[in-house]
């Protein structure tokens, strides 16, 4: 995925904190025992949010220990490989690849196309581990294209192809879940695609790739423009979004990590929201 979905830092008791950096590295380091040292570059803060929530949604036991890492020879708490995060990692994997390869139909260079090909092995092993979730993703990226050649306008019919996406991906992995569950991955989905749309947005338009928001909105003359011309729809369109996502997660109940996922839905997707709109230029990558 993409990076959008992370904690207010600052704002993070230490415990959390802790938490989400061993459920970060634990899915760096399945990644690294799994499918090899390149791939675990792969490893995004969306899906530490995803393994967080379904493993406490599901109450899955979760075991830590102390390992080093090669990027950093101190020892750090790390989650340890577990059925759930198995599945969890394959899906990243598929997702890493599938975007990827949408890069390089959208005009990527040498670049993308040695990503995919990199990714591509991996890839092949993680469809076979889970052929379903291959076959969603394959379903959901083949609809996105067909609106992309059309010029489609109407951002939430173009945001519902990855929407719906992370909502079935969820209940796959965990089963059948709680209709609130899926409802809340599926605002999420919706709020990283908008996200990126507008991330993405002046680089789309100087590369003359497709992006909802210009088709819907048109008028491009330069981000910051862009962006006070249609403040209030942008903003509707986040903040609904992100209430909607909220108004799911107030229903379901969560124990050892409730305070970080709380942290995350409620102050990290508005925080984004802001940065969003108040920035003139494409977003740094989040560190936390």
Known sequence: MYGYVVPVKAELGQADFCLYRAFYCGICKCTGKQYGQWPRFTTNYDMVFLSVLLHDYTHSEVAFANERCICNPRKKTVVLSNALLDKIVAVNILLAYHKADDDVIDGGGVKKKAVRRLLK????????????????????????????????????????????????????????????????????????????????????????????????????????????????????????????????????????????????????????????????????PPKI
């Open 121 to 284: 092995k991996h890839y092949k092993r993680a469809a076979a581990a889970l052929p379903a979730a291959e076959q969603a993703i394959a379903e959901q990226y083949a609809k996105l294209r067909a609106l992309e050649k059309e010029n489609a306008a109407g951002i939430d019919r173009v945001a519902d192809c990855f929407a719906a996406l992370l909502e079935r991906l969820g209940v796959m992995l965990i089963g059948n879940a709680d209709p609130h569950v899926a409802k809340l991955l599926y605002n999420v989905g919706k709020f990283v695609y908008i996200a990126d749309a507008l991330d993405d947005v002046d680089e789309d338009y100087k590369k003359k790739r497709y992006n909802p928001l210009l088709a819907t909105y048109g008028n491009y003359t330069n981000r910051k423009k862009f962006i006070e011309d249609n403040k209030s729809d942008l903003t509707f369109l986040l903040a609904s979004t992100v209430n909607r996502a909220i108004e799911c997660f107030n229903r379901l109940t969560f124990t050892g990590a409730s305070d970080l996922l709380t942290n995350i839905v409620y102050k990290g997707l508005r925080a984004k929201c802001d940065e969003l709109l108040c920035s003139d230029k494409k977003l740094p």
